[in-house]
Nanobody, 127 residues
Framework: QVQLVESGGGLVQAGGSLRLSCAASGRTLSSYAMGWFRQAPGKEREFVAAISWSGVSTYYADSVKGRLTISRDNAKNTVYLEMNSLKPEATAVYYC????????????????????WGQGPQVTVSS
């Protein structure tokens, strides 16, 4: 069993930056692909970014390319989501998720591939 705990959410002005962290306990994350998803009020959960367990491959939603960066530190059992040039439409609850079934250089962009989920910090971007 993997427990995921996110941190780093909060309130930021448009154009600002935040870094979310997702720390794991229970098992090492080094063999899990990791993803970040978000859910805005009244909307379905959507894919944001993912990284293979090797760290070689990264994937981003078109809406965030160039502004968000996913990374991982397997030694610290932690995955990060660096968010820059934030827009009000980025306001949402952000969830990290872990997938044990991916190959070393692949990470899924769909939520049903992920088995473990964190509780999700709120990110609010004010205009």
């Amino acid at each position: 069993q993997v427990q995921l705990v996110e941190s780093g959410g909060g309130l930021v002005q448009a154009g600002g930056s935040l870094r979310l962290s997702c720390a794991a306990s229970g098992r090492t994350l080094s063999s899990y692909a990791m993803g970040w998803f978000r859910q805005a009020p009244g909307k379905e959960r959507e894919f944001v970014a993912a990284i293979s367990w090797s760290g070689v491959s990264t994937y981003y939603a078109d809406s965030v390319k160039g502004r968000l960066t996913i990374s991982r530190d397997n030694a610290k059992n932690t995955v990060y989501l660096e968010m820059n040039s934030l827009k009000p439409e980025a306001t949402a609850v952000y969830y990290c998720a872990a997938d044990s079934a991916s190959s070393s250089d692949y990470a899924a962009a769909v939520d049903y591939e992920y088995e473990y989920w964190g509780q999700g910090p709120q990110v609010t971007v004010s205009s």
